[in-house]
């Protein structure tokens, strides 16, 4: 069965390591038959949440007008939602966590989205796999607020510079989440 996904990115680097397990994943997905909706946040512009709860008031998700109100409607029509971003400073990087605060406005609003898949790629420089749990715990959790269904995870230790990602099973394992969807 075909499915719509959409893929949030959060590294600014276009050559980078996540970058490269995101295209693995996005060609092992359309290869599937899976339609593939990439976000890039970190090369757009996404604020955070300001709690002001007019969400989709306007019409829009957000009343503050930026790229989430783009990507929000595309998150509410698919059937599954990746996060691939890097680790940064032990934690989820602000691109990306805009976005993950923003879809506080889903809840706000009462717009029912339980029911997707959900499904995190990301990596780090260091070897110690806990540097991961500051983007891996806020996911899950995320995802359990809006009754999602966690389909797998791809955490890559090791990685900094462009490339790196090559002397790992990396690429090789986010191509083959796309077979748990």
């Given at each position: 069965?075909?499915?719509?996904?959409?893929?949030?990115?959060?590294?600014?680097?276009?050559?980078?390591?996540?970058?490269?397990?995101?295209?693995?994943?996005?060609?092992?997905a359309?290869?599937?038959?899976?339609?593939?909706?990439?976000?890039?946040?970190?090369?757009?512009?996404?604020?955070?949440?300001?709690?002001?709860?007019?969400?989709?008031?306007?019409g829009?998700?957000?009343?503050?007008?930026?790229?989430?109100?783009a990507?929000?409607?595309?998150?509410?029509?698919?059937?599954?939602?990746?996060?691939?971003?890097?680790v940064?400073?032990?934690?989820?990087?602000?691109?990306?966590?805009?976005?993950i605060?923003?879809?506080?406005?889903?809840c706000?609003?009462?717009?029912?989205?339980?029911?997707?898949?959900?499904?995190?790629?990301?990596?780090?420089?260091?070897?110690?796999?806990?540097?991961?749990?500051?983007?891996?715990?806020?996911?899950?959790?995320?995802?359990?607020?809006?009754?999602?269904?966690?389909?797998?995870?791809?955490?890559?230790?090791?990685?900094?510079?462009?490339?790196?990602?090559?002397?790992?099973?990396?690429?090789?394992?986010?191509?083959?989440?796309?077979?748990?969807?």
């Amino acid at each position: 069965m075909s499915k719509n996904i959409v893929v949030i990115t959060g590294s600014p680097r276009r050559k980078g390591n996540s970058f490269a397990m995101t295209e693995a994943f996005i060609k092992a997905a359309e290869a599937k038959g899976h339609t593939v909706t990439r976000f890039d946040a970190a090369l757009s512009k996404v604020g955070g949440c300001r709690a002001c709860q007019t969400c989709f008031s306007t019409g829009k998700a957000c009343s503050f007008d930026d790229d989430f109100n783009a990507i929000a409607p595309v998150i509410e029509a698919a059937d599954t939602v990746v996060f691939v971003t890097p680790v940064y400073w032990y934690s989820i990087p602000a691109q990306v966590k805009g976005v993950i605060d923003r879809l506080f406005s889903f809840c706000i609003a009462g717009r029912d989205v339980a029911g997707k898949e959900c499904a995190l790629i990301t990596c780090c420089e260091e070897e110690d796999m806990t540097v991961m749990d500051g983007v891996r715990i806020p996911i899950e959790r995320s995802a359990a607020l809006l009754k999602w269904k966690m389909v797998g995870e791809v955490l890559i230790p090791g990685v900094l510079n462009e490339g790196d990602i090559d002397k790992t099973d990396g690429v090789a394992q986010a191509a083959a989440l796309a077979e748990k969807i």
